[in-house]
Nanobody, 124 residues
Framework: QVQLVESGGGLVQAGGSLRLSCAGSGLIFSTFTMGWFRQAPGKEREFVAAISRRGLIIKYADSVKGRFTISRDNAKNTMALQMNSLKPEDTAVYYC?????????????????WGQGTQVTVSS
């Protein structure tokens, strides 16, 4: 049974930083593209960042470029999202996801496995 568990969310002031982590089990982690998505109240789930199996391809949403950094450690079956210079509009539930595809990695539909999400709230 595949499990993805996020951690590291919380409340932070604008301009602050948070580091999200995702731990995977029940899957051969290194064979999956991993992604972060977020969903704010009343909005659709949106792409944040993704990293390919060996970390050679990394993509970011324009809204987070230069502020967020995605990384992975295949030996530990973990992925992280370092979020700096946080803004109130970054407030959302953040989800970790795994995709077997290595193309179209910004699309929600490409991801077969999802975590439960972790809340990130940025106050102004």
């Amino acid at each position: 049974q595949v499990q993805l568990v996020e951690s590291g969310g919380g409340l932070v002031q604008a301009g602050g930083s948070l580091r999200l982590s995702c731990a995977g089990s029940g899957l051969i982690f290194s064979t999956f593209t991993m992604g972060w998505f977020r969903q704010a109240p009343g909005k659709e789930r949106e792409f944040v960042a993704a990293i390919s199996r060996r970390g050679l391809i990394i993509k970011y949403a324009d809204s987070v470029k230069g502020r967020f950094t995605i990384s992975r450690d295949n030996a530990k079956n973990t992925m992280a999202l370092q979020m700096n210079s946080l803004k109130p509009e970054d407030t959302a539930v953040y989800y970790c996801a795994a995709a077997q595809s290595n193309v179209e990695i910004t699309r929600v539909s490409e991801y077969a496995y999802w975590g439960q999400g972790t809340q990130v709230t940025v106050s102004s």
